[in-house]
């Protein structure tokens, strides 16, 4: 199994300010026959089902605000949240879906 | 626009079983493979397996072999997932996922509480 390794655990940002999230993969999730990093990530509230944001580690969902960023290739990845809102707070995850079983990182908090 | 609507919370006992449904709509249930995803308390989110509902071919996490198993009736675009010998560790939320490569439209999640 990929094992996905996020850093770091929590953080605290000051609003308005810039919040990095890493994420690092066990082996490389960069597919040749799609070329593409198969690396998303996921915003997840208390009460609701995870939210799509990123996908080929740096694609943003359609509607998702442009202030979340992704970036990074092979086994290396980061979620960048370019000014900090206070209905961001949440729990980040970032996800392989290079192969089977899809694997998690263990999410990172982002507060105020 | 794609749905997917799961059952209601459930609680059993340790040693039951539970069986969960999510029904889609708005695209071809055939065409895309249906996975399940538990969030534990304090805890990440974990894939659970998968399903392909054209075919009824299962992959299922190595943690559940053995206690889950995943069908579907195509005749009403839903799919199940049944798990057995409930433990006080199997309380949790169960998504289900429409996977197209990765996890765009989730299910809003059926809380399975496993209590004495």
């Known amino acids: 199994d990929i094992v996905m390794t996020q850093s770091p655990d929590s953080l605290a940002v000051s609003l308005g300010a810039r919040a990095t999230i890493n994420c690092k993969s066990s082996q490389s999730v960069f597919l040749s026959s799609t070329n593409k990093n198969h690396l998303a990530w996921y915003q997840v509230k208390p009460g609701q089902p995870p939210k799509l944001l990123i996908y080929g580690a740096s694609t943003r969902v359609s509607g998702v605000p442009d202030r979340f960023s992704g970036s990074g290739s092979g086994t290396d990845f980061s979620l960048t949240i370019s000014s900090l809102q206070a209905e961001d707070v949440s729990l980040y995850y970032c996800q392989q879906y290079y192969n089977i079983p899809r694997t998690f990182g263990q999410g990172t908090k982002v507060e105020i | 626009q794609v749905q997917l609507v799961q059952s209601g919370a459930e609680v059993r006992k340790p040693g039951a079983s539970v069986k969960v449904s999510c029904k889609t709509s708005?695209?071809?249930?055939?065409?895309?493979?249906l996975h399940w995803v538990r969030q534990a308390p304090g805890q990440g989110l974990q894939y659970v397996g998968h399903?392909?509902?054209?075919?009824?071919?299962?992959h299922y996490a190595e943690k559940f072999q053995g206690r889950v198993t995943m069908t579907t009736d195509t005749s009403i675009s839903t799919a199940y997932m049944d798990l057995t010998s409930l433990t006080y560790d199997d309380t949790a939320v169960f998504y289900c996922?429409?996977?197209?490569?990765?996890?765009?439209?989730w299910g809003q999640g059926t809380q399975v509480t496993v209590s004495s």
């Open positions: 996922v429409r996977e197209t490569w990765y996890y765009a439209h």
């Open positions: 708005g695209y071809t249930f055939t065409d895309n493979f």
């Open positions: 399903i392909y509902p054209k075919t009824g071919d299962t």
